[in-house]
């Protein structure tokens, strides 16, 4: 059966304000490094002890890979947040002056009436 990549309603790869989330925010950070197990316990608050099972079970979701003993975000995954980033970015770049996201733009209008 055939499935939606593009699904609004599939559920996220990990929840936030879990040790998934939490390891998984470092390695986004820094797409280009690659961290041990014990370092990524010192940067977060997961537990030395449940750092590789919680990289391990990234890893088979596909998002983190392991070179060594080194644990990093998996390329994909650091290729589209860039991807996302640059679009902001272009975003930014093209509608950054809005009017509509200054604050009395709406006392400036003019008034179209009952039916507008």
């Not at 990549?5 to 998984?24: A, F, I, Q, R, Y």
């Not at 986004?28 to 990289?55: N, Y």
């Not at 998996?74 to 860039?82: C, E, F, I, L, N």
């Not at 093209?94 to 008034?111: I, L, M, V």
């Amino acid at each position: 059966m055939p499935i939606h990549l593009d699904s609004d309603d599939e559920t996220p790869p990990v929840k936030p304000g879990t040790n998934e989330h939490e390891l998984l925010a470092v390695l986004l950070d820094h797409p280009d490094m690659g961290f041990t197990p014990k370092e990524l316990s010192e940067l977060t608050a997961v537990p030395h002890s449940s750092v590789h099972k919680t990289l391990s079970r990234l890893q088979k979701k596909g998002l983190v890979r392991k070179v060594d003993s080194y644990w990093a975000i998996a390329d994909d995954v650091a290729t589209s947040r860039v991807a996302n980033v640059v679009s902001l970015a272009m975003i930014e770049a093209e509608y950054g002056d809005d009017a509509y996201g200054d604050e009395g733009w709406a006392e400036e209008a003019p008034d179209l009436g009952e039916n507008a």
